[in-house]
């Protein structure tokens, strides 16, 4: 069955500082992947998505993700993190059978410290 | 196009009582989709709809549970005789092309059952 895991429910760096969110997929075929962010009391809104074409996914607000085969993850990185990144983080995968739903991890807070 | 819309985004009731929810999707999509996120969690799947068609539902929707897109539009859940259990937030999404380009979802009804 598809899956992710995300390692760390929290996270907290400096303003200023990389910002590395980790997440692992489980799937037999290759996947389509997904990163969104989730601001209090807000929806999900999609940051970035990779469907098989560059392994380097370049998103919204600076964020970017590296698809790697061989250590089946999907980390999300940003060179330095603003105030405003604060927010819940959910890395999903697309089933491919089905309803084609999406599949969420647990999600990651992350913290900024000024 | 204005987004997934949801309406109410708050919801407060009386356990016993029963709620419906409704998601306005994104005009072109055929696919819509409701989740169910509880506190600190990343969303789970709920059920999944192609143009009118109910096509999966999960276990997770108890017989209390029901949802419908009538005309293959915008989309009702129905929950009835509430129970503290069921308070949440209940996203809607939809997509297109099998989700190639993502998944839009809407900002949520959070619902307390007191």
């Known amino acids: 069955a598809q899956s992710v895991t995300q390692l760390g429910s929290h996270v907290s760096v400096s303003e200023g500082a990389l910002v590395l969110l980790r997440c692992n997929y489980s799937s037999s075929v290759p996947p389509y992947l997904f990163w969104y962010v989730q601001y209090p009391n807000q929806g999900l809104q999609l940051l970035l998505k990779y469907t098989s074409a560059a392994t380097l996914v370049k998103g919204i607000n600076g964020f970017e993700a590296e698809f790697k085969k061989s250590e089946t993850s999907f980390h999300l990185t940003k060179p330095s993190a603003h105030m405003s990144d604060a927010a819940e983080y959910f890395c999903?995968?697309?089933?491919?059978?089905?309803?084609?739903?999406?599949?969420f991890g647990q999600g990651t807070r992350l913290t900024i410290n000024p | 196009d204005t987004g997934v819309s949801q309406n109410p985004r708050h919801k407060i009731t009386k356990r016993g009582q029963n709620v419906t929810f409704r998601c306005d999707p994104i005009?072109?999509?055929?696919?819509l989709y409701w989740y169910r996120q509880t506190l600190g969690q990343g969303p789970e799947f709920l059920t999944y709809?192609?143009?009118?068609?109910?096509?999966?539902k999960s276990r997770l929707l108890s017989d209390r549970f029901s949802a419908e897109r009538p005309k293959g539009s915008f989309s009702t859940l129905e929950i009835q005789r509430t129970e503290q259990g069921d308070s949440a937030m209940y996203l809607c999404?939809?997509?297109?092309?099998?989700?190639?380009?993502?998944?839009?979802f809407g900002s949520g009804t959070r619902l307390t059952v007191v």
């Open positions: 005009s072109e999509h055929n696919r």
């Open positions: 999903a995968v697309r089933l491919i059978q089905g309803a084609q739903k999406l599949v």
């Open positions: 709809f192609q143009n009118e068609a109910q096509l999966e």
């Open positions: 999404a939809s997509s297109s092309r099998q989700g190639a380009y993502g998944y839009t």
